[in-house]
């Protein structure tokens, strides 16, 4: 019994430490509304409850990007995700990195997004094939196909 409490212990003191570790700052920076994408209302809803956490300044941070070792996670997800791609700066892109960036929403969509440790606490953000096919639409400006070079 005494073992098993100077594990328990040991175990408190590790998540405690772990708790002081510094991450990413958690933040999210001012919009200003002219820079960011404009979307089809249909498009819209399927990019905030599935892309915006990860690619705008609208994350909506949940209490576990407070608690190491998911604040790890969660904020590298968010910083990473909004290099690669961010929303509410849509506009200072200049047009060809817009296409290039259309033409990898088109692709992410069916191979790669929302990444699925994010669909394990968010379940709603899940698209569906029909969420799949607006959303090649759009990218594809009408289309509904694109060419895409498979790396």
């Known amino acids: 019994m005494r073992g098993f ?3 328990l212990v040991v175990l408190a003191a590790v998540f405690v430490i ?6 990413y ?7 200003d509304k002219s820079k960011e994408i404009e979307l089809p209302p ?31 996670v969660v904020r590298r ?5 909004r290099k690669a791609l961010n929303f509410s700066v849509w506009n200072d892109y200049p047009p060809q990195k817009r296409e290039k960036l ?4 088109y692709r992410s969509v069916n191979l790669a ?10 379940p709603e ?17 009408g289309k509904g196909y694109m060419k895409i070079e498979i790396r």
């Open 5 to 7: 409490f100077l594990y």
């Open 18 to 23: 772990f708790q002081i570790i510094p991450s």
């Open 25 to 31: 700052e958690k933040s999210n920076p001012p919009t």
């Open 42 to 72: 249909k498009v819209a809803e399927i990019f905030k409850r599935s892309c915006y956490d990860c690619h705008s300044n609208e994350t909506r941070w949940p209490w576990y990007a407070d608690v190491a070792p998911m604040k790890w």
């Open 77 to 81: 997800d968010v910083v990473e995700g």
């Open 102 to 105: 259309k033409r990898s929403i």
């Open 113 to 122: 997004m929302p990444l699925p440790q994010y669909l394990w606490l968010n």
């Open 125 to 141: 953000a899940r698209l569906s094939q029909e969420d799949k096919k607006i959303v090649r639409e759009w990218a594809s400006d």
